[in-house]
């Protein structure tokens, strides 16, 4: 073996043949059922992989992502687990249509309208089919260890129909309804959006500060004065005593040639120290606005399309920024504009097409998240079976019981703040790619199905629901729900989810969510929330910064392994961590030291030796220092794994085989391999060093250990041999 061994190591050689032994054997297929016939008996480890969207390739965080939760797999099916990990995309509907009817308009010049809804849903489905089989090779590339037989689509026809069945039962609960609520209006994408697809730029801009007419007693300050043409209110707090003798008179005005009504309320969520004191109501174009008119029993005029233009008096057709002027201009006129000041605001912009977001009442799909039900069955604790109970206690008592481990104390404080001050949820969305409504109209009838009404008249509602609504469902939905599968009924709930903190609420919650209400369950037992990965400047990644990093390129410079161990080191768990090529670089020196001390081993240990599982005693002093190293190796590592210590887990394992195994105890055995009375026992110590090395490495780097591992003589594969164990 000596002669034909490489000098150096080489990925490029090892990877696409190691993944594809792993295909071949199917080791991660069903948790190598067969292979082991006491599997069965065997406590359960299950996660489900955070379905990455098809819109695009893998990204670094991807790439972080899927390896830091691949470690953890690795790591339970060493311990003996029956493990079951569960791959997925998502549609990603609205980014995934933006991206085609973007690409449509520049090369055809048209829009959705001229194509029509079934030729442009083909056309989207054709795009996603094709970014699905590039981020699934990209996936397997980075070498996570998922059981690809169970591979599921958010559109795919057992997806659809979970989440056909599960808008059906809540429908049918009187949980999903329609009204009209206050939205984030996309007006280029021409579509409701949720909070997570809006960004927030920060832009300076004007603070006005005028009263509506010389006659109006209260001055009040805003970024939008176009928008106080839709006022119904001026809202102080009732204990500023500068407004207290004005509060509930009422007056009608013309501002900027449009009368308006105005009544002055008290309300307790005005500041009083904040400008003026004084807030101007617009109830239908801000989510504040809109809450004060509830309780004050307020109109809500509508004064902003969906095209973001005026729909009044003469401002009607302008667009608000033209409006914006024209007030400004008629205050200036008037002598009502008190002051000027220049401002940092954060406005928000839809991240897939760079709109302003406008805020607009609109009629849409809703699930009521504080309406009561009867809860037929209930594992959570604090729950019973046939209690009346709503969708926020299923969502606060599945993590306050404990029931789902969030141990990161401020994530779970954010995932609280988020739970307490939880609005109904918008669940549609005016696209045509995604899961369609399944609510059909006969006049005036409304019909709730699964499948498509029989009869002629049914129209179905144009909508299609949020992304969200699906993805809330993928613990389950994956295992064979609504069916009562016998996947289901081992698997669920989950072991573990490990999300980056951006989707904490918006996926997260409403997971428990949707587990509460249609199992009876938490979806997982325990919530673990990493960090993203910036530059090595501590900046996201981004086009206009011009400092992403495509891990494609660096697997390929670099190798799998050496991008999971420089990506593993780099920070504690929950935090961000910042990417360096130069310690990605590190790593692959790092890999090359492996091989080097594998190729030193094998030059001095007999055939059999290699093979053998005779444990090795001290004989020397230094056999007794590295058996000890390796010993409290074994123990930190595992310790750490389990605390999801992943980074000092790394650097433990990395510092033993370098320095302690490399630098010591191998320059060492030069000496002791000559004396004949130390000779086997110390080739003894160094192949027993090396297979534990391997051991502990293979979590981090899978594919080079698994490679020497096999080159060792092994008949089994090193992802399904058993975890080291401590003697301490």
Same mark, same amino acid.
């Given at each position: 073996m000596e002669t034909t061994l490489p000098k150096n190591y080489d990925p490029v050689l090892v990877e696409d043949e190691i993944n594809k032994k792993w295909d071949e054997a199917k080791i991660f297929v069903s948790s190598v059922e067969g292979v082991d016939p006491e599997l069965n008996k065997r406590e359960v480890f299950s996660m489900v992989l955070p379905p990455p969207n098809v819109t695009g390739v893998l990204h670094i965080g991807h790439a972080y992502e899927d390896s830091l939760q691949d470690v953890l797999i690795r790591y339970q099916r060493m311990c003996g687990k029956k493990i079951i990990w569960i791959p997925g995309t998502d549609s990603a509907a609205i980014a995934t249509q933006a991206r085609v009817e973007k690409d449509i308009q520049k090369e055809e010049h048209k829009n959705r309208y001229d194509l029509g809804r079934e030729e442009?849903?083909?056309?989207? *489905?054709?795009?996603? &089919?094709?970014?699905?089989?590039? $981020? &699934?090779?990209?996936?397997?590339?980075?070498?996570?260890?998922?059981?690809?037989?169970?591979?599921?689509?958010?559109?795919?026809?057992?997806? =659809?129909?979970?989440?056909? *069945?599960?808008?059906?039962?809540?429908?049918?609960?009187?949980? $999903?309804?329609?009204?009209?609520?206050?939205?984030?209006?996309?007006?280029?994408?021409? *579509?409701?959006?949720?909070?997570?697809?809006?960004?927030?730029?920060?832009?300076?801009? =004007?603070?006005? *500060?005028?009263?509506?007419?010389?006659?109006?007693?209260?001055?009040?300050?805003?970024?939008?004065?176009?928008?106080?043409?839709?006022?119904?209110?001026?809202?102080?707090?009732?204990?500023?005593?500068?407004?207290?003798?004005?509060?509930?008179?009422?007056?009608?005005? $013309?501002?900027?040639?449009?009368?308006?009504h105005i009544k002055i309320v008290a309300d307790e969520s005005v500041e009083k120290d904040f400008g003026t004191g004084a807030l101007g109501v617009t109830p239908a174009h801000s989510q504040v606005d809109w809450e004060i008119a509830d309780r004050h029993n307020l109109p809500r005029p509508q004064i902003i399309n969906e095209y973001a233009k005026m729909t009044v008096g003469h401002l009607d057709g302008k667009k608000v920024s033209e409006a914006r002027e024209v007030v400004v201009s008629w205050l200036k006129d008037q002598g009502l504009l008190e002051k000027e000041d220049k401002i940092q605001q954060n406005v928000s912009i839809s991240e897939r097409t760079g709109a302003i977001i406008e805020l607009l009442p609109k009629l849409q799909w809703w699930v009521d998240i504080n309406k009561k039900f009867t809860i037929p069955y209930s594992e959570i604790p604090g729950i019973k079976s046939g209690s009346q109970v709503s969708l926020n206690e299923i969502m606060r008592e599945s993590v306050s019981s404990g029931a789902v481990k969030i141990s990161q104390e401020r994530f779970q404080k954010i995932y609280f703040h988020w739970i307490d001050n939880l609005k109904d949820w918008c669940i549609s969305r005016q696209i045509w790619f995604g899961h369609r409504i399944p609510i059909w109209y006969r006049g005036d009838e409304v019909c709730c199905d699964i499948k498509i009404p029989k009869g002629e008249g049914w129209v179905q509602d144009p909508d299609t629901l949020d992304t969200w609504f699906s993805s809330g469902l993928w613990t389950f939905s994956t295992l064979g729900w609504p069916e009562k599968s016998q996947d289901l009924k081992n698997f669920h709930p989950t072991s573990l989810i490990s999300p980056a903190y951006e989707i904490l609420q918006l996926w997260i919650s409403r997971m428990i969510l949707m587990s509460g209400f249609h199992l009876g369950q938490v979806p997982f037992r325990e919530v673990m929330i990493h960090g993203i990965v910036r530059d090595k400047n501590g900046r996201k990644f981004s086009k206009s910064l011009g400092n992403g990093i495509d891990p494609v390129e660096m697997i390929e410079k670099y190798g799998a392994d050496a991008l999971r161990m420089g990506l593993m080191s780099g920070a504690a768990f929950g935090n961000d961590v910042k990417f360096d090529e130069d310690q990605v670089k590190g790593m692959k020196h790092f890999a090359n030291k492996l091989w080097n001390i594998f190729r030193f081993i094998v030059a001095n240990c007999d055939k059999n030796i290699l093979q053998s599982v005779q444990q090795p005693v001290a004989l020397t002093p230094e056999d007794k220092l590295i058996l000890q190293d390796l010993d409290d190796t074994i123990k930190k590592v595992t310790g750490d794994i389990k605390n999801f210590s992943l980074n000092n887990a790394s650097q433990t394992i990395y510092q033993f085989i370098w320095h302690n195994l490399a630098d010591k105890y191998i320059e060492a055995s030069k000496t002791q391999l000559k004396d004949s009375a130390l000779a086997k026992n110390t080739q003894l110590i160094l192949v027993h060093c090396l297979k534990q090395s391997l051991k502990l490495l293979h979590p981090f780097m899978p594919f080079i250990t698994e490679y020497i591992w096999g080159l060792l003589g092994s008949k089994t594969f090193l992802a399904i041999e058993k975890w080291p164990t401590s003697k301490s």
């Open positions: 442009l849903v083909r056309r989207i *489905t054709e795009f996603a &089919l094709k970014s699905e089989k590039v $981020i &699934l090779t990209q996936v397997k590339r980075m070498g996570a260890s998922l059981d690809w037989s169970r591979y599921a689509y958010a559109l795919d026809e057992k997806r =659809q129909f979970a989440v056909y *069945t599960a808008f059906k039962r809540m429908y049918e609960a009187g949980l $999903i309804y329609r009204g009209n609520r206050i939205v984030n209006w996309d007006p280029k994408g021409q *579509t409701t959006i949720s909070d997570d697809e809006i960004i927030y730029e920060d832009r300076q801009t =004007q603070l006005y *500060t005028f009263k509506y007419s010389k006659d109006f007693p209260i001055a009040i300050s805003t970024t939008r004065p176009e928008t106080k043409v839709g006022d119904t209110a001026v809202a102080v707090h009732p204990d500023d005593i500068r407004y207290k003798k004005y509060i509930g008179q009422e007056f009608d005005l $013309i501002f900027c040639d449009i009368p308006i």
